[in-house]
């Protein structure tokens, strides 16, 4: 296991399509390995979900902390190939903030409720619905995959800018993603 390097925004890496892992690899112990130095990186960086592009990977995985729900202890959850489907046209904003782009934040509009079909980390399928702040979340991550960044989203830009002077000034008791 190791921590990686993170790709910052400018780095192709976080810009291409990830390629999708074929299901009897996902054993393996280059995909296991890979897994586990997402799991340590994200949390040596403080991150709330790390996807394998952002650790110049370009790889459909992403790790993040399953902490949504209070009445479940927090776990760590694996998408492998996830595929998304919005469920609603309304949305929901918040200021969102990644582990490739440091110190800046943003405010981003997305899909409400959304469908999620994956692989999880011993390559069983999963699916399931999230809504609000868990399927901003997951949209966040899964976006790396695709090669998009949230400042793709945003459509003020004078919502967005350095964490410091975006909480000062700008953040009302709303939600925030941290990184
Ligand atoms: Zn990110």
Known sequence: MAIRKIAVMGHPVLRQQ????????????????????????????????????????????????????????????????????????????????CLSLPGLRGKVDRPNKISVQALDAQGKKISFEAEGFTATVIQHECDHLLGKLYIDKIKDLSLFGFSRECTQFLIQNEAINPE
């Not at 790790?63 to 998408?79: C, E, S, T």
């Not at 190939?81 to 969102?96: G, K």
Request: net charge negative; hydrophobic share 40%; aromatic share 8%.
């Open 18 to 97: 990830a390629t999708p892992v074929p299901e009897k690899e996902i054993s393996k112990p280059e995909i296991q390995n890979l897994i586990q130095d997402m799991i340590q990186t994200m949390f040596e960086y403080d991150g709330r979900g790390l996807a394998a592009p952002q650790i110049h990977e370009s790889l459909q995985i992403v790790v993040m902390i399953w902490d949504f729900d209070p009445k479940i202890k927090p776990y760590i959850q694996v998408l492998i190939n996830p595929e998304i489907r919005a469920l609603t046209q309304e949305t929901s904003s918040c200021w969102e903030g």
